[in-house]
């Protein structure tokens, strides 16, 4: 998915579907119940074109055509700020633990009403994903994290902006240990105590914009506004979130 300068991209990790699994459908009622006034009752063409979904849910339960998932679904809005959502299976050999996952996309607009709305989606998406963890990202930041991660033949890798460097997903034992970090995070019971959050003599900071999920999670925000990467004031938080959070990314076991 193309993530737009005026979006927002949300991405969480969930266990594999199953066969008859619920979740996927239960995904798109919980976005449409977080994002006021959205309806994903549309899909895209081949060139682009809004396709309206009359029996949505059905399309949506009868999955993708090229396996299990959530077929892309998208609000009535413009190309500038239209909402999308998808699902798809990432293969287990680029999956931590080499245990296949469920990958849910959506992407929302940048504006006052997403930016409100950025947590509760978060936590409405992450908590009916049964997610491990999730988090939800401006455009730039997005682009750093790719150029974050560390493949073989980058040697010697110098992340940008000095951040550290983050091993690629299938180097990872545990599917429950976030990737990376983004502006916004969910993590699940299993990831808080993976990485060892919340510890009240050093997350202070982290816990007064931080709320704890129905199911034993939290999401966590690092900065009041969308992270900037040009704002120092932003870089500094992110890196000391980095520092706090060594298993993330995979920072602590690092070779």
């Known amino acids: 998915m193309t993530i737009t300068p005026e979006s927002l991209g949300l991405v969480a990790y969930a266990p594999a579907l199953t066969r008859g699994d619920g979740r996927p459908l239960a995904i798109v009622h919980g976005m449409e119940r977080t994002l006021p006034g959205l309806r994903l009752a549309w899909t895209l063409s081949n060139d682009g074109q809004l396709v309206p979904l009359p029996q949505r849910d059905e399309w949506v339960a009868h999955g993708r055509r090229d396996g299990p998932g959530i077929p892309l679904v998208c609000d009535g809005g413009n190309s500038s700020s239209r909402v999308t959502l998808s699902g798809w299976e990432r293969p287990a050999g680029s999956s931590p633990g080499r245990l296949g996952l469920f990958e849910v996309h959506a992407e929302m607009p940048s504006n006052a009403t997403g930016i409100a709305a950025a947590a509760a989606v978060l936590e409405g998406l992450g908590e009916c994903a049964r ?19 560390r493949h073989p033949e980058d040697e010697p890798h110098l992340p940008p902006r000095g951040l550290p460097p983050l091993k690629l997903p299938w180097e990872r034992s545990a599917p429950e240990i976030p990737f990376h970090l983004g502006w916004l995070n969910y993590w699940s019971a299993a990831a808080a105590r993976a990485i060892g959050f919340p510890d009240p003599s050093r997350d202070a900071e982290l816990l007064s914009r931080a709320r704890r999920t129905a199911t034993g999670g939290w999401v966590v925000q690092l900065t009041e506004a969308p992270l900037e990467l040009d704002d120092p004031a932003h870089l500094d938080t992110l890196k000391r979130a980095y520092a706090r959070f060594p298993k993330i990314g995979g920072m602590e076991d690092r070779g």
Request: hydrophobic share 45%; glycine share 10%; no cysteine.
């Open 131 to 149: 997610a491990f963890w999730g988090h939800v990202s401006p455009e730039g930041v997005t682009v750093t994290v790719a150029e974050q991660f």
